[in-house]
Structures are given as structure tokens and as C-alpha cells.
């Protein structure tokens, strides 16, 4: 009996489990690891490195600006692909949030005397940009795309919402940056895309489920190496 509840979760094919939860469940080091980095540990308990922090800061920037594509590329699967459109007007409000995320970023660069027209990107960035660039091409599966969607952003509410977490300290500096991607609404937005993500996959042959599950793995390998490469570990 149990055995048979296993296999269930493995597969993530009966309906009681959504593909993504049982995702997390058998990848959970991994997942832990890009949510709980040391680096994120260190904003929380307010040991944090500021000059981590700003290397951060000017990569992400250069990051954001190369998810923008990626995310029209889905934008454009979802509005071939979903049947009552929903799942568009959802990634067309992301979209917004990241035209806002990049003015953020501007904003802040300015704040923490960061240049951004001066940062060279990192290989970990670099790569990871690679990375989604490749996605956007039209004979990637939405199911795959919307799922390295979810994961790329899950990833940043979660960690920074942990940051928030009760009995935090929080440099007053970081409150901000914490409170952007830790915040409930960001938090309902990454439920709406998991939500998106398991309806896909749900309907998705075995064959694309696998695909997307090792998109998902290399989203979170590739967050690993982003935080790494911030505490000038790669
Ligand atoms: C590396 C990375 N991952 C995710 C996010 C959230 N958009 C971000 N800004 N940067």
C-alpha cells in the first residue's frame, strides 16, 4: 500500500499530487539549497557581505534583462496554447513586474553606488542566460517553459520570504530588497504559476514531463552557482 502511494508520488502522474510537489519532494536538497543559500541565510541573520551584496545586485540586473525575453517566448506559447487565455493575462502581469524588477534594480545600483553599465557578467550568469535563451525557441514545450517560469521565480519568493520570516535581522538597507520578492503578493503570483505549471503538466505526455523536470533541476543548479558566484564563490 504504501509502495503503491510511493510510485504515485515518483511519477507524479495521479491527480491527488501535482507534478511539482512531487518534484520538490524527490529533489529537495537541491531545492532546499537554492532556497536557503548561505548567502540568503546571511540577509536574514544580518551578517550578509555588502560587497556580495552589490555584486549581486549588478548581476541580477544583467539576469533580469535576459529573462525578459524568455518570458515573452512564453508569453507567446501561452497564448497559443491555453484555451481560455487566462494563463497569458498571468504571464503578461509578470512581465510588468519585471519591467518594474528592472527599474528596481536601477534604482537600487544608484543607491548602493553600483554602475550597472560597468558589470561584466559572470560565467554562472553567463551560462544561465545561455540557458534561457535556448528556451525560447518555438520547439520548446509550453509545459517546459512554463515551468522553468515558476521555478525561476519561486525560487527568489521563496528565499527572500524566508529572509522575513519572524525573528529576522534584516539590515535596514535589505528591508527592501527582502520585501520584494518575499511579499504576499508575489508569493499568490508564484502560486497562480505553479498552479499554471501543474495543469500542463497534467495533460503533458511522459516524454515532456521528463524534459521539464530536468529544466526544473538545471533552474535550480543554476540558482546554486547565481548565489555562489555573488558570495565570489565561482
Ligand atoms: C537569478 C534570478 N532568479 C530569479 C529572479 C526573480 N525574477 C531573479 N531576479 N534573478
Redesign the pocket.
Known amino acids: 500500500m504504501e509502495d503503491a502511494g510511493k510510485k504515485a508520488v515518483t511519477e507524479g502522474v495521479d491527480c491527488k499530487i501535482p507534478v511539482t510537489e512531487a518534484w520538490i519532494r524527490k529533489h529537495r536538497l537541491l531545492y532546499d539549497g537554492a532556497t536557503r543559500h548561505p548567502f540568503i541565510r546571511s540577509i536574514r541573520d544580518g551578517s550578509v557581505d555588502f560587497t556580495s551584496f552589490k555584486r549581486w545586485l549588478g548581476?541580477?540586473y544583467i539576469?533580469?534583462r535576459s529573462?525578459v525575453p524568455f518570458a515573452a517566448s512564453t508569453l507567446v506559447k501561452s497564448s497559443k496554447e491555453s484555451g481560455d487565455g487566462l494563463d497569458m493575462e498571468v504571464i503578461l502581469g509578470g512581465m510588468a513586474s519585471?519591467n518594474d524588477?528592472i527599474n528596481w534594480f536601477k534604482n537600487e545600483a544608484s543607491k548602493f553606488h553600483v554602475s550597472l553599465t560597468s558589470v561584466v557578467p559572470q560565467k554562472p550568469?553567463i551560462k544561465?542566460c545561455r540557458f534561457l535563451e535556448n528556451l525560447t525557441s518555438s520547439e520548446v514545450e509550453y509545459p517546459v517553459a512554463i515551468s522553468v517560469f515558476w521555478a525561476?521565480?519561486v525560487?527568489?519568493?521563496e528565499s527572500f520570504a524566508h529572509c522575513l520570516e519572524e525573528g529576522n535581522m534584516i539590515p535596514e538597507e535589505l528591508q527592501a530588497t527582502c520585501e520584494r520578492?518575499g511579499n504576499e503578493g508575489f508569493g499568490t503570483y508564484c502560486k497562480t504559476l505553479r498552479e499554471i505549471a501543474d495543469r500542463c503538466l497534467q495533460k503533458a505526455s511522459p516524454e515532456v514531463i521528463s524534459k521539464a523536470e530536468v529544466a526544473f533541476l538545471s533552474?535550480l543548479e543554476?540558482?546554486v552557482d547565481?548565489w555562489n558566484m555573488s558570495v565570489g564563490e565561482a
Open positions: 548581476q541580477d539576469f533580469v529573462f519585471l524588477e550568469n544561465y525561476i521565480e525560487v527568489y519568493q520578492w533552474v543554476y540558482e547565481f
